[in-house]
């Protein structure tokens, strides 16, 4: 069974950063695509990042993109999620989710992931 636990979500001003951990469990961590999704209250969930198995692609939203960046260590079963410059509008629960099929590309689709998190707290302050 795999499970997802994110860690590093908090309070930050405006113009802050912070670091983001996924860690994963189980020994097929390195064969999967990773994502980051984040939800706003009464939004829906919505893609951030993600990173293909090998950790060689990258994709990011629009919003976050040039801010954030997405990074994966394979031999600690972990993925990260940089954000820096933070925004009032970053506000939301960040999720760390993992892709359905082994060796596959980059996806935002919500859908296209089997596994999640629990998910993590980050508030900007203006």
């Known amino acids: 069974q795999v499970q997802l636990a994110e860690s590093g979500g908090g309070l930050v001003q405006a113009g802050g950063s912070l670091r983001l951990s996924c860690a994963a469990s189980?020994?097929?961590?390195?064969?999967?695509?990773m994502g980051w999704f984040r939800q706003a209250p009464g939004k829906e969930r919505d893609f951030v990042a993600a990173?293909?198995?090998?950790?060689?692609?990258?994709d990011y939203a629009d919003s976050v993109k040039g801010r954030f960046t997405i990074s994966r260590d394979n031999a600690k079963n972990t993925m990260y999620l940089q954000m820096n410059s933070l925004k009032p509008e970053d506000t939301a629960v960040y999720y760390c989710?993992?892709?359905?099929?082994?060796?596959?590309?980059?996806?935002?689709?919500?859908?296209?992931?089997?596994?999640w998190g629990q998910g993590t707290q980050v508030t900007v302050s203006s």
């Open positions: 989710a993992r892709d359905r099929f082994a060796q596959s590309v980059t996806r935002r689709n919500v859908n296209e992931y089997a596994y």
């Open positions: 990173i293909s198995w090998r950790g060689d692609t990258t």
């Open positions: 189980g020994r097929t961590f390195s064969d999967y695509a």
